[in-house]
């Protein structure tokens, strides 16, 4: 069997994010790293989008707006995102700038095998694919398996559930300069349910039509809302030219719990996504970046073969707020257009974005926290407290 330092079990966004960090960090040339993944990573499977203050991925970088509109059934509001701006990355972009990186590395490489199999033997581990067996010394994996989730009822479990249509119209009818965030005049059904709209001209735009809550539509449900939506914005001729589909987890479950001296759980089967919004993107680069600080210091006093993993993840007190707005949702899904309202209605909206990205002060949390509806909190605060003593 072959042998690697490191092997990935999956190579998506987590996967990848943190073999670039490896590479740009330059202190893991000596090391073999594989990736396996069944997907190849051949097509535009997705779209990633955040809000950024730096020059970060600019190259890639498809569309930037500095103004993002919230709307709900009563009022709209245009937000002013500077010094920030609203970026979008098309997912193949992304995989083609990181496996081109990958190509120029002898001592990385990707195999496209579909994982059957992994444990943790010792102080190594074995790996079992479609087609091959392989060791090494530790895992990254990023393999979701929702079981572990599903088979508890301590962290609540929503989905970020969604569909998206990337249209041509031959109407004039997006402003392009400004990304409409999160629109949740449409019908709510006793969920929270909202469009996302992405123009990238004043004829073509990216429409998803996106939930918070426990259960999928079926196909049909999704492509009615958007259609409808699109005819409300007075469109009546217009070109499909790209669907995506996608389903985030939404949780503050402690993945972190089944990580071992050895495994380590990224991405999303780590906790890497932002519990509750679903944003993947730059919460995945804060982590692969404290991943690789973790891995180097192991590097500099000579202890690869004793790093544990069991160390590496560290809770904050963001990870409480996401639980306490989770338990939220998740008892009163029909609540969240008027939670998110709440906040973005008079709230000032840079400091809620710098609230989000997990960069806030104990004194600015507060000025975020008092704008959502108090007593539906502090009910869901108080729960949380029983539970913990009872």
């Keep these: 069997m072959k042998h690697y330092n490191y092997i990935f079990t999956g190579s998506g966004l987590s996967a990848l994010m943190t073999v670039y960090e490896m590479i740009l960090s330059g202190k893991f040339n000596d090391k073999t ?3 396996l993944d069944k997907n190849p990573k051949k097509s535009n499977d997705r779209t990633w989008c955040f809000w950024d203050n730096s020059s970060l991925f600019d190259e890639i970088i498809s569309k930037k707006w500095d103004v993002a509109l919230f709307a709900d059934a009563t009022f709209q509001r245009n937000l002013d995102l500077n010094p920030y701006q609203y970026k979008m990355i098309d997912g193949l972009n992304f995989y083609n700038l990181v496996f081109d990186l990958i190509s120029k590395q002898e001592n990385i490489h990707f195999a496209n095998q579909k994982v059957i199999d992994f444990e943790e033997l010792g102080n190594k581990c074995i790996i079992k694919t ?8 530790k ?4 393999i ?3 079981n572990s989730v599903k088979n508890q009822s301590k962290y609540p479990l929503l989905q970020q559930h969604f569909m998206g249509w990337f249209i041509k119209s031959k109407e004039e009818v997006f402003d392009k300069n400004t990304a409409i965030f999160m629109d949740f005049s449409v019908e709510q059904r006793g969920n929270t349910r909202f469009m996302y ?3 990238t001209s004043s004829t073509e735009a990216l429409l998803e039509y996106t939930l918070f809550s426990k259960d999928l539509l079926s196909k049909a449900a999704y492509e ?3 259609q409808m939506y699109i005819k409300k914005l007075g469109i009546s001729d217009y070109e499909i030219i790209e669907k995506e589909q996608g389903n985030i987890p939404m949780t503050s479950y402690k993945f972190w719990k089944h990580n071992t001296k050895n495994i380590l759980n990224i991405g999303s089967v780590g906790g890497w996504t932002k519990a509750s919004t679903g944003y993947t993107f730059k919460n995945t680069i804060k982590k692969s970046k404290a991943l690789i600080r973790f891995l180097e210091n192991s590097l500099e006093c ?3 073969d004793k790093t544990d993993f069991r160390k590496f993840h560290k809770t904050d007190k963001f990870w409480f707020y996401d639980l306490l707005f989770l338990d939220v949702l998740f008892k009163r899904n029909d609540l969240g257009s008027k939670v998110f309202s709440a906040l973005f209605k008079k709230g000032n909206s840079i400091l809620i974005f710098k609230f989000l990205d997990e960069e806030t002060t104990f004194w600015e949390d507060l000025q975020v926290i008092w704008k959502c509806p108090k007593r539906l909190f502090v009910r869901a605060l108080f729960d949380r407290i029983f539970n913990f003593f009872f």
């Design 139 to 142: 895992i990254f994996n990023s």
């Design 130 to 137: 479609d087609s091959e067996n392989y060791t090494c010394n």
């Design 33 to 35: 790293i594989l990736l």
């Design 144 to 146: 979701y398996n929702p």
């Design 224 to 226: 009615n809302e958007i």
């Design 302 to 304: 000579a202890r690869d």
């Design 197 to 199: 709209v992405l123009p």
